[in-house]
């Protein structure tokens, strides 16, 4: 076998049942290993045995009710969030440090989503789940994995994941500068941070901009922005295949399609716009998840490779603007003075930057662990030119 081969092979999970070995398809967004310890559940597990072994590390593959493991999930999750067994924990030393707090919350976020990944749901080869009460999900799970091949198992967290995913793909996020709704797909951040929307149609454009590049477009709302803006011609790039699929539908339903061409690229286009913007990922920290790219970027490698290759790929007194939340540097991440160095290094200039408070409900949310860097955060527009 190939060593290509043996990366894209399926993995296994492999568990026991009536005295019977069995092994199906294992299938996780996020990454994470088919468990290696399955036991069976059912409607006779209470919450607390199945939080002692979830806790464990043993996966629990259900056969009961579908409701009932909803429930199941809920109550596991109420016991991760007060303390084992219900009791409340114990008080913890408080973090020293914004950016000791970030990697606390990192961890017990991480904690929290192996915990309650231990609850297994089966899956027919055409999605249907062979479980009492289940609900129809083909559509949902066509929309985020394609056409279904062959059973598999799943946590019952990513079903539900991609259940949201597909409410969220119905329904859209109200856009009020497009005066329209943009529609993201599963494994596409939504864009229910508005206040960065709001910067990009605001800013002036350069004078006679015909063409703009747009740098990790994802649902394609800046890309649509632009073209909604008079810009004759935009270039709006992305790694990832489920992000151009949801831009183009998008910029097909806004009747902008004409306007602005979809092209898989790590970051630039070939040539040179009078406008090149990018609102890459705005905190210098690991994803654990495919979605959380579009938060994360470890290294800030996105933001480096932009402002690096940014004086290449603009025309004479062409702007770029980098839309990006000082969240880092509120949680120690990312100091502002490593931002110039690198937009100095870069060959820029900054011309101004336009600042917005966000509006999000977690700004005002005093128990979020978080909640002094998110307070005093703020959304920027850096309007950068070749120095």
């Known amino acids: 076998m190939s060593a290509v081969a043996a990366v894209t092979a399926p993995q296994l999970i492999h568990w026991t049942e009536n005295d019977i070995q069995h092994s199906a398809r294992w299938r996780s967004e996020s990454g994470m290993p088919a468990p290696k310890r399955v036991a069976i559940a059912d409607d006779r597990m209470n919450a607390d045995t199945a939080f002692r072994l979830a806790s464990e590390g043993t996966a629990l593959l259900w056969r009961g009710d579908f409701q009932n493991a909803r429930q199941l999930l809920q109550a596991l999750a109420r016991r991760i969030d007060q303390g084992k067994q219900g009791k409340k924990a114990k008080p913890t030393k408080a973090p020293a440090t914004p950016t ?82 943009i529609h993201p797909h599963y494994g596409v951040f939504s864009p229910v941070r508005g206040e960065y929307v709001e910067l990009v149609a ?104 932009f402002l690096g290759g940014l004086a290449a790929h603009l025309t004479p007194g062409g702007e770029g603007w980098l839309i990006l939340s000082d969240l880092a540097e509120h949680l120690g991440l990312r100091p502002r003075a490593e931002l110039l160095e690198w937009i100095a290094a870069g060959g820029l200039k900054v011309l101004e930057r336009q600042d917005i408070k966000p509006t999000h409900p977690r700004a005002a949310d005093a128990a979020d662990p978080l909640h002094a860097a998110r307070a005093a955060e703020v959304t920027s527009l850096w309007r950068l030119a070749a120095a």
């Open 100 to 181: 000791e707090a970030f990697h606390l919350h990192r961890q017990a976020q991480s904690q929290r989503a192996r915990t309650l990944a231990m609850l297994l749901i089966p899956f027919d080869a055409d999605y249907t789940i062979p479980l009492r009460r289940a609900p129809q999900v083909q559509l949902a799970c066509n929309e985020a994995y394609g056409r279904g091949e062959e059973p598999f198992i799943a946590t019952l967290r990513e079903l539900l994941g991609v259940i949201g995913a597909h409410e969220w793909r119905r329904t859209g996020v109200e856009i009020p500068v497009l005066d329209a709704r």
């Open 202 to 305: 605001k800013a002036p454009i350069p004078h006679a901009t015909r063409l703009a590049f747009d740098i990790g477009t994802g649902t394609g709302v800046l890309a649509a922005v632009l073209a909604q803006r008079g810009v004759t011609r935009v270039i709006a790039t992305d790694q990832d295949q489920r992000a151009l699929s949801c831009a183009r539908e998008n910029l097909a339903r806004l009747d902008v399609k004409g306007q602005v061409e979809l092209l898989e690229a790590d970051l630039f286009p070939d040539g040179r716009a009078a406008l090149v913007v990018c609102n890459p990922p705005w905190v210098p920290a690991r994803p654990s998840s495919p979605i959380e790219y579009a938060v994360y970027d470890p290294d800030s490698r996105m933001l480096r490779g």
